[in-house]
């Protein structure tokens, strides 16, 4: 089988030129990443029978368009230009990016039951000469691997990043060039609102220079919906179990932090919208269990990525499963050394990039 390769874009410039870039050149992907995710959206809310379907869907998505405008003039200006670059509507390509947010606030009082969707994050302490790891799977809809990217962001104002996500969307899980790394892993918990997305928090955090810095950016943050956000430089690793109302935060410590998609904290247990999956629990489980006598290195985090141990429940969730979800893309980042490592699709089948940064620290 032919390793799955990741592309990848560079746009430099103020926010309405890099928006612009980013648009014009994945326009054909940007286009079929609405279809794909409008599609997915509204079987979502059909077979949940949710008041109002795809009309309330885009009702949130304008409530929080609207919040966004408010809390990060930049990264709304971006988005904007990149919905004109792409000739899509600003509407539907923010219900597109924040794709499980605005279900969880169009969907408001439903208790839903459905399928396992989310990823599986980990840190890993630095100890004697090995140092801080960061690492994540991302695992969505089986379509949405065939519009992953790379984005090379080079601002005029602020760091130079690199995210990894879907075609025209901010921010899912990257590093910039301090060495600040960012990711994310979806919970669901009741009380979603009209609020900031998940993507919009990780576009705004990312410009910071530390992991305590982009942490108060995700905890003061008026959130949509529950998400846990991680953050780590080369001194600090920080974890953030959020719901939208409610931040609990675990700095990284002597053992490695793990979590998948259900919550840890009792309080936010209380208020899960749906029972914990045999997936997400299986995963934690497999992960804290690998993850014992910590990680050496970016191949260590690999090899923990590439797990099948549970087969359908496995950390490394292929396509042939059969399951709804599969890993889309997975990284790896070491803040000590900028050094940022990224794949499309699962762990084993992706060919892993070295994702370069150009400017000094």
Known sequence: MNAIQLHCVTVSGTPAIMGEMLGESLRDSIAG???????NAASYLAERSIHGGMEAYRDAARACLAVLQEWDHDGFIELQATARGAKVTLEDLYATSNLTDIRDVASIGA????????CTAFMSPAAGTSPLVAGQTWDLNAGDVHYVVGVHRLPDD????????VAGTPTLIGMNEHGLWVGTTNLKVRGARPGVGYLDIQHRAIRE???SEAARIAIEAPRAAAHSYWYADPAQGVQLECSSDRAVRR???QLPLVQT???????HVACE???VSPSSRSRLERVGALLEGGLHDADAAREVMMDRSGGSLAINRYPEDGEPTTTNACLVGIPADRRLEACRG???????LTLEFERGN
Request: with cysteine.
């Open 33 to 39: 990443l609405v279809d794909h995710r409008l599609n």
């Open 111 to 118: 208790l839903p039951p459905g399928a396992d969707e989310g």
């Open 158 to 165: 602020g760091p130079e990043t690199w995210s990894v996500t």
């Open 209 to 211: 220079r530390t992991a």
């Open 251 to 253: 700095d990284l410590g």
């Open 261 to 267: 998609n259900h919550c840890l904290d009792e309080a």
């Open 273 to 275: 919208s749906e029972p």
């Open 346 to 352: 699962p762990a084993d089948r992706g060919k892993w």
